[in-house]
Each structure stands twice: as structure tokens, then as C-alpha cells.
């Protein structure tokens, strides 16, 4: 069954709280996207993996997250120390090379609550 | 960055209708794709089509890459099809526009 998994799949966190996120792309994808929704900002960007190496991770608060991808199953995004402001949904999607682009596939999310 | 706009935002539709989604974007692009986010919040692939048109039952779509839009054709619409509408577009990275609202009535 080739879909990407997330977990977990609901998060409620005190502020202040650590939290780790993660995402298993689909096998033999080679792009892994993190994505936050919100109702203000929509689907923004966070940061993208291509071979497991970081392309961009310009649209995530530094200070707080981080993004890795220690091995090719696996992805993680990670909020230290978590703020109410962080409540959102978080989308992984894996990608595989068609063409001069990459068609992505997305996980169930993962909806944060930080309260 | 590369901008993108959708419209309209929101629509409504009396079952069996037909409805066209537009997609807009500032630069050229290597690929775009559409995604339908369903009322649980899933996030489903449509058609993957930097140009050219593609068919898929009821819905088909339609990029013309040389003048930077997309257009999403809704043929006979069901109170399934209600959700939003998303194009997303790769050049660096790959970018969502703000979407389309569809709301199918029975």
C-alpha cells in the first residue's frame, strides 16, 4: 500500500512542550515536503529534503524547529519549546521525479494543538 | 518567490452543474499540480500536469505553461466534489495558492 504515513495523527501539548513529528515517504521517493496549514496562512512551506540532504528550510522559525531525515524511511519535524501560536496541521508529502518536476503525494497531517 | 493565484475563492454549485477553477502564476514552472482537500482535511491528488490537458471521469484539466495559468474543469458536480480546491506549483519548491472553496448542493 504506498501512501505516506504520519504520525501522530492528533497532538495536544502544553506550551513549552517538546514535539516531534514524523513522516514515512512513500518507498522509492526521493523528496519529502513539509507543509503547515492554517486558516490565516493557508499551506505554507517549511522545509523540503531531496536525496535525504536539506534544500530549503527557509519558511520554518529557527529558533524553535528543526527538520531532519536520518534515513530514507524516515522524516521528522521537530518544535522545541511549542507555543499556542504553533496549532496547526502538519503535512508531510514524499515526491518521485516525473518529468522536469516532482509529483507529490500527501500524508493524513498531523493536527497540533499547543495549549 | 513565485506568486500564485485561485479563483474565485468560493463557489457554489447546484448539483449537476459545471464549474471551471482557475489558476494563475507568476513565473515559469516545472510542474503543477491540482489537489482536492476533502472535508476531513485529506489532501488528494488530481492531476499532475505542468501542460497540456488531462482526463480523469468527470474532471480534466488544462495548463498552458506559455501563459502561466491552469484551468480545473468540474463536469456534472456531486456533493462529493465539495471541498477546496488546491493548485500547487514547482519551481524552486513547490507552492500552494490559496484555493478555491467549492461547495456542491443537492
Known amino acids: 500500500d504506498a501512501r505516506v504515513t504520519q504520525t501522530p495523527r492528533h497532538k495536544v501539548t502544553e506550551m513549552g512542550q517538546e514535539v516531534t513529528m514524523r513522516c514515512q515517504p512513500i518507498l522509492g521517493h526521493n523528496t519529502v515536503f513539509w507543509y503547515r496549514q492554517t486558516m490565516m496562512q493557508g499551506l505554507e512551506l517549511l522545509a523540503y529534503f531531496r536525496n535525504r540532504a536539506p534544500l530549503d528550510d527557509s519558511g520554518m522559525p529557527k529558533d524553535r524547529f528543526s527538520a531532519e531525515m536520518p534515513d530514507a524511511t524516515l522524516a521528522t519535524l521537530k518544535i522545541q519549546p511549542s507555543e499556542p501560536r504553533d496549532s496547526a496541521v502538519y503535512f508531510c508529502?514524499?515526491?518521485?521525479?516525473?518529468?522536469?518536476?516532482?509529483?507529490?503525494?500527501f500524508g493524513q497531517g498531523t493536527r497540533l494543538t499547543v495549549v | 518567490g513565485i506568486q500564485v493565484e485561485q479563483s474565485p475563492p468560493d463557489l457554489i454549485l447546484q448539483e449537476g452543474a459545471n464549474s471551471t477553477l482557475r489558476c494563475n502564476f507568476s513565473d515559469s514552472v516545472n510542474n503543477l499540480q491540482w489537489f482536492h482537500q476533502n472535508p476531513w482535511g485529506q489532501l488528494i491528488n488530481l492531476f499532475y500536469?505542468?501542460?497540456g490537458t488531462k482526463q480523469n471521469g468527470r474532471l480534466s484539466a488544462t495548463t498552458v505553461a506559455t501563459e502561466r495559468y491552469s484551468l480545473l474543469y468540474i463536469s456534472s458536480s456531486q456533493t462529493t466534489d465539495s471541498g477546496v480546491y488546491f493548485c500547487?506549483?514547482?519551481?524552486?519548491?513547490?507552492?500552494f495558492g490559496a484555493g478555491t472553496r467549492l461547495t456542491v448542493k443537492p
Open positions: 500536469i505542468p501542460s
Open positions: 500547487a506549483v514547482e519551481r524552486d519548491d513547490m507552492r
Open positions: 508529502a514524499s515526491g518521485s521525479p516525473q518529468g522536469w518536476g516532482t509529483e507529490a503525494f
